[in-house]
């Protein structure tokens, strides 16, 4: 099975999700687009790789796929496709690579194969820790650090609340500057269990005996007459690139059913690709990677404009253009995520305009206008297709995104789920005064925040301060949240129970 480009973090190989694009259009609903500028608009065969967002037929990267007799090969296991029955053997936010006809709208097409390969499936090594914010953890699974977060990652037979050490988890996601896996899903297979328990893990092989043994990362691999080879003359050699799956005899060591060649890149010269991905090993906007492939972005253009100002290790961007001599010539740069959130009621929406009106603080609103690029997705019904107009007065609604240069708030992904606090992450508004501040005085958006001798602020660092030395330290522009709490369900009063920095 040919591989994306990869990366090692903690000895492990880890492999980052790709976009490959022959021709293939943009568009919106049910999830994100590719870049329209590589695509032109121009229909063609090629190959899609992304987030899945929707089913009836299958959404990935804006595009509705229509998969019957279509080839699917999940974690190694392949079947056809009735063009029904996607659901049944497939999960939204899985990163799944699909090969197949895009059509002149950008829009639709017709997948001939789907594919889908976990990151890693394997035990949590000890308990999870929980961040400050209180929206993400971290935990280990064979030496890999897999961050979740409450609000965007998928979880099945499993919750954000319910992790536990020795779980057993198969994890989807993208890796970061630091060889952190941002999981987009997370399914719980069982419980740890020595000698039971099936995992897979990806890595270069090490310290191989000649005979039966060798290292990935830090588990001891054996192998015998019975474990099946794939790519591979029956043997491994130090140096290659594997997948193994197996069952684990102790926590360190694991027995091989089957291990498979994973062949590296994709060559010197390529005419199209576009890669969704990670920034990292950053030395300018001509010699960067995402997702592990050099990039030269020096003649790209950029979105939004001011990207290409601050572009930097851990931003989640979409690059395409042609590979010559080993480098991703970039025609363009998008920005994927983004710095600005905010999750809150739904107020109103424009489905000819692309836009939703949210209601942050009584009587004060912000609108969030999408794009062809923008991940949308519902939590509540995730078996059915889902674009803006799905979306009705009184949802409620995670938003992430950023800013463009006329003060948009450009959403890059926006969830559907159920009522949670409400939460306005953005760049701070401060009134001056002389050398100081306003205490107590803040807007996030252009939405006025209200404090109170009960809200919580924290620094840069993460600690606890007062309110007074809170708004001498806060200057126009930093990265501000502001949170909510909505308990139980309680419509919100709009006076902040939280006001921190943000890096």
Not at 205 to 226: E, P, R
């Amino acid at each position: 099975m040919m591989k994306p480009l990869q990366q090692v973090a903690a000895g492990l190989l880890v492999v980052l999700s790709i976009l490959v694009f022959d021709g293939c259009g943009s568009g919106s609903g049910g999830g994100g687009g590719g870049i329209g500028g590589l695509a032109g608009g121009i229909g063609g065969t090629g190959v899609t790789s992304g987030t899945l967002s929707g089913f009836g037929s299958v959404f990935v990267n804006g595009i509705e796929f229509e998969t019957d007799g279509a080839s699917r090969t999940v974690n190694d296991v392949t079947d056809i496709s009735n063009g029904s029955d996607d659901d049944r053997v497939l999960g939204i936010g899985m990163v799944v690579t699909i090969i197949g006809t895009v059509n002149d709208d950008g829009l639709t097409g017709t997948a001939d194969s789907i594919e889908y390969d976990n990151e890693i499936d394997g035990p949590v090594a000890a308990a999870p820790v929980e961040d400050p914010d209180g929206n993400s953890k971290t935990l280990d699974i064979f030496n890999v650090t897999v961050v979740v977060d409450r609000n965007t990652t998928v979880f099945v037979t499993t919750d954000y609340d319910s992790l536990v050490q020795n779980d057993v988890l198969e994890v989807s996601g993208y890796f970061d500057a630091n060889g952190k896996l941002l999981a987009t899903r997370v399914e719980k297979k069982g419980v740890l269990d020595l000698g039971v328990s099936e995992v897979e893990i990806k890595g270069e092989v090490s310290g191989f005996n000649g005979i039966d043994t060798f290292m990935l990362g830090g588990i001891t691999v054996t192998f015998d007459g019975a474990t099946e080879f794939e790519d591979l003359p029956g043997t491994v050699r130090d140096g290659q690139f594997v997948e193994v799956k197996g069952t684990l005899v102790t926590t360190i060591s694991m027995s091989a059913n089957r291990i498979e060649l994973e062949e590296d890149g994709f060559g010197d010269d390529v005419d199209r690709i576009s890669i969704e991905g990670i920034v990292t090993d950053f030395d300018g906007i001509s010699n960067f990677k995402v997702a592990g492939q050099r990039v030269d972005a020096s003649d790209a253009t950029f979105e939004p404009a001011a990207l290409a100002a601050t572009i930097a290790d851990g931003d989640r961007v979409e690059t395409g253009g042609s590979i010559i001599n080993g480098i991703l010539e970039a025609e363009e740069v998008e920005q994927r995520g983004g710095d600005v959130r905010v999750s809150a009621v739904v107020d109103s929406t424009n489905n000819v305009a692309g836009t939703v009106t949210l209601q942050v603080v009584p009587g004060q609103t912000i609108t969030v206008t999408s794009s062809s690029q923008t991940q949308i997705e519902d939590k509540l019904n995730e078996e059915e297709p889902f674009g803006i107009s799905g979306i009705a007065a009184g949802d409620f609604l995670n938003v992430e995104g950023f800013v463009d240069g006329n003060g948009n708030f450009i959403a890059t992904q926006i969830e559907r789920e159920e009522p949670d606090d409400i939460v306005l992450r953005g760049p701070a508004d401060v009134p001056p005064t002389g050398g100081g501040t306003v205490a107590g005085t803040l807007s996030i958006l252009g939405v006025e925040i209200a404090t109170d001798d009960a809200t919580d602020f924290e620094d840069a660092s993460e600690e606890d301060i007062d309110g007074t030395n809170f708004f001498l330290q806060v200057k126009d522009g930093d990265l501000v949240e502001y949170t909510d709490y909505n308990e139980d369900g309680q419509p919100a009063d709009g006076i902040a129970d939280e006001v921190e920095f943000e890096d």
